[in-house]
């Protein structure tokens, strides 16, 4: 028991001897009383009686004694009065403590609940999860199947990349695939060229590269894409593709500022940016004329051998909810956008037939430019035109669509899914793809 309840314990005991003692001296004094003479006897006594002396005094005690048990009683009153209340507390501070358990137990009832729906969704994880390898597994045996009938399926299912079975010939020979890629905070960009089937089946090099660069020279935070595609039969668009890329870079570097100004200022024309970015592709167009120096007639550069479509954008950084970008180029290039699962070409170099037949470094004079604006949950594919022909195709940009939409893939799994076995002109396949997300709160994990 509590130090609380003790002592309620030891004030009625008390009490209750106070109590009896008290009672006690009453009875005596009522027993006293009858035997005291009557005054009229003491009247008519002639002197001082010792026993009537006597009986007054015991008479005068018991009045005493009468009147201490009453003081004695109301005291003792005031004392239960105060138990009564000690008493009056200890139940309401038991019963609160009571009630401290009853809570505990909702808290607890509350976390178990939560514990089981939880354990509800890990079942469910687990059973996607399942559901996952089974698919997996199916889908290996499906391109087992496929390779050894030499075919190449083409379905949601198609996850593994076509293997090469020649090395490419020739001097100006490049690796089969090449893949890049980086997390810039809200813009994620992944980028990837391979070689295409025509290619591969005759042993000929990749012609196509791509580029992406943060351009230092400028003032506001600034990423470079380029894709690079060289005429198929070219001896030297390999090397001319790679060096318009590295060179187009250089230039941007070499015009920082003034692109800066250019490309951020108020709305207003564009002429002065076409201006700036003829003068890029003027000096990109010298330096490819390097690669054939005297291997044309009478040791001039040899255009035919190095011709190549070259695309640029320049997409500014950082958290935005409307990005602004600003594509350019020459040739048959393209620049598609993904938006609610459908995609749309929102630039071309080449607005005619003809235009889309021109190439660097003869046709640096015709540039073309456009600005683009994005939103959180875009994506923009920068890609040469066999790519961009397969993304507007029905079935296939569907499929790709579905496996790019709010990603933010492994390079690994990027360049694989660029790398799929799909029926296609033959052409290589080179594309950046940028995801806008706005903010770099909203960026979703990288996924395999």
């Not at 003869?362 to 920068?382: E, F, H, I, K, S």
Request: include cysteine.
């Amino acid at each position: 028991m509590t130090s609380t309840t003790w002592l309620i314990i030891l004030l009625v005991l008390s009490l209750t001897g106070n109590a009896a003692l008290a009672l006690r001296f009453v009875r005596a004094g009522r027993v006293a009383l009858p035997s005291a003479p009557v005054p009229t006897v003491l009247a008519e006594s002639s002197g001082p009686d010792p026993e009537q002396e006597t009986a007054r005094d015991r008479l005068a005690d018991v009045r005493r004694e009468v009147t201490a048990a009453h003081e004695l009683l109301r005291g003792r009153d005031l004392e239960l009065s105060r138990v009564r209340a000690l008493l009056k507390e200890a139940q309401e501070t038991s019963a609160t403590a009571a009630m401290q358990p009853a809570g505990l137990q909702q808290e607890l009832h509350a976390a178990r609940q939560r514990l089981r729906a939880l354990e509800g969704e890990v079942r469910g994880l687990a059973r996607e999860r399942d559901d996952a390898r089974s698919d997996a597994d199916g889908l290996k045996r499906r391109l087992a199947e496929a390779e050894a009938d030499g075919g190449t399926p083409l379905g949601p299912d198609a996850l593994s990349p076509a293997i090469p079975r020649r090395l490419p010939l020739g001097r100006d020979a490049t690796s089969d695939s090449s893949v890049d890629g980086a997390d810039l905070g809200p813009l994620v960009v992944r980028a990837a060229s391979v070689r295409g089937d025509r290619a591969r089946s005759e042993g000929e090099h990749r012609r196509e590269a791509f580029l992406l660069r943060f351009v230092e020279e400028m003032r506001t935070p600034t990423l470079l894409s380029a894709v690079a595609a060289g005429v198929p039969h070219g001896r030297w668009s390999q090397s001319a593709a790679d060096r318009s890329c590295r060179n187009l870079a250089a230039q941007v570097a070499r015009y920082g500022d003034t692109l800066d100004h250019q490309l951020y200022r108020p709305a207003g024309s564009d002429d002065d940016l076409t201006a700036l970015l003829r003068t890029a592709l003027q000096g990109v167009a010298h330096s490819m004329r390097l690669v054939t120096r005297g291997e044309g007639p009478g040791g001039e550069p040899d255009d035919a051998a190095i011709g190549v479509a070259l695309t640029g954008l320049l997409s500014r950084l950082g958290d935005s909810r409307q990005r602004e970008h600003v594509a350019f180029g020459i040739g048959d290039g393209a620049l598609l956008v993904l938006r609610d699962g459908v995609w749309t070409n929102v630039f071309t170099p080449g607005g005619t037939t003809a235009e889309r037949g021109l190439r660097l470094p003869g046709a640096a004079q015709q540039v073309r430019c456009a600005r683009v604006t994005t939103r959180p949950g875009d994506l923009l594919a920068l890609c040469s035109s066999s790519l961009a022909e397969l993304l507007v195709r029905p079935e296939a940009g569907d499929w790709f669509a579905a496996r790019w939409a709010g990603r933010r893939p492994y390079l690994t799994s990027f360049l694989s899914e660029v790398n799929v076995p799909v029926r296609s002109p033959g052409g290589d396949r080179t594309v950046v793809c940028l995801w806008d997300f706005g903010d770099a709160r909203e960026t979703p994990p990288a996924e395999s």
